[in-house]
T-cell receptor
C-alpha cells in the first residue's frame, strides 16, 4: 500500500476561521512532510517530521501549526490565514529523513485545495 | 541552495510525437527522482536514477542520469493524451548552512493533444 490520504479535498475558510488539514499513511514511513504549491509552481517545503518530532520548519508563519499525533498521522492547523495562503497543500511521506535514497523517494497525497476568503 | 532547472517550461504536442524534458544542475546529486503531477492531484513518483549514465525505462518513458550525476532527461515516445501533466525532477541538495534539503525542479508542463 503506497497510499497517502488527505482530508478534506477542498476547503474554503475565512480569515478569522480555524481549520485543520489531515494526512494519513500506513506505509510505516518515519518521515512526513507538508508542502505548499501555488498554481503552475513546484511544491515548496513547509515542515518535516521525523520520528514524530518536528525536524524542519522552513520559516513558515505561525498561523500554520503542524502536529504529528503518531507515526501515521500528520495535521496542519490553520488560523487567521491570509488570501495569499490559498494554494494546494500537499502531504508526503518517505521511509526516513536525511541524506539517503529512502528519504528522497517521497509519496504524496492528493492534496487539499485551500481557498482563503 | 542547489537548483534544478528544467526545460522546456511548457510543451504542447500532438499525440504520437516524441519529446524530451531536461533537468539540469551545476551540482552533483546522489540520485534524482522524476514525478508526474496531474491537475488537482499530488505528484506521483515515476522513477529514481542513482548511477551516473544509468538508463531506466517505464513503458514509453525513458529516463537517463548524466554521467556526472548533474543532469537527467526524460524521453517520451509516441506521447498520448494521458501523458499530460506537470513533470518534476527532484533530488537531495545542500543548503547554504550545509544541511540537506529535498529540491524540486522548476517543472515542465506537458500537454498532449488528441
Amino acid at each position: 500500500d503506497t497510499e497517502v490520504t488527505q482530508t478534506p479535498k477542498h476547503l474554503v475558510m475565512g480569515m478569522t476561521n480555524k481549520k485543520s488539514l489531515k494526512c494519513e499513511q500506513h506505509m510505516g514511513h518515519r518521515a512526513m512532510y507538508w508542502y505548499k504549491q501555488k498554481a503552475k509552481k513546484p511544491p515548496e517545503l513547509m515542515f518535516v517530521y521525523s520520528y514524530e518530532k518536528l525536524s524542519i520548519n522552513e520559516s513558515v508563519p505561525s498561523r500554520f501549526s503542524p502536529e504529528c499525533p503518531n507515526s501515521s498521522l500528520l495535521n496542519l492547523h490553520l488560523h487567521a490565514l491570509q488570501p495569499e495562503d490559498s494554494a494546494l497543500y500537499l502531504c508526503a511521506s518517505s521511509q526516513e529523513e536525511g541524506q539517503h535514497l529512502s528519504s528522497y523517494e517521497q509519496y504524496f497525497g492528493p492534496g487539499t485545495r485551500l481557498t482563503v476568503t | 541552495t542547489q537548483l534544478l532547472e528544467q526545460s522546456p517550461q511548457f510543451l504542447s504536442i500532438q499525440e504520437g510525437e516524441n519529446l524530451t524534458v531536461y533537468c539540469n544542475s551545476s551540482s552533483v546529486f546522489s540520485s534524482l527522482q522524476w514525478y508526474r503531477q496531474e491537475p488537482g492531484e499530488g505528484p506521483v513518483l515515476l522513477v529514481t536514477v542513482v548511477t551516473g549514465g544509468e538508463v531506466k525505462k517505464l513503458k514509453r518513458l525513458t529516463f537517463q542520469f548524466g554521467d556526472a550525476r548533474k543532469d537527467s532527461s526524460l524521453h517520451i515516445t509516441a506521447a498520448q493524451p494521458g501523458d499530460t501533466g506537470l513533470y518534476l525532477c527532484a533530488g537531495g541538495g545542500r543548503r547554504t548552512t550545509g544541511t540537506y534539503k529535498y529540491i524540486f525542479g522548476t517543472g515542465t508542463r506537458l500537454k498532449v493533444l488528441a
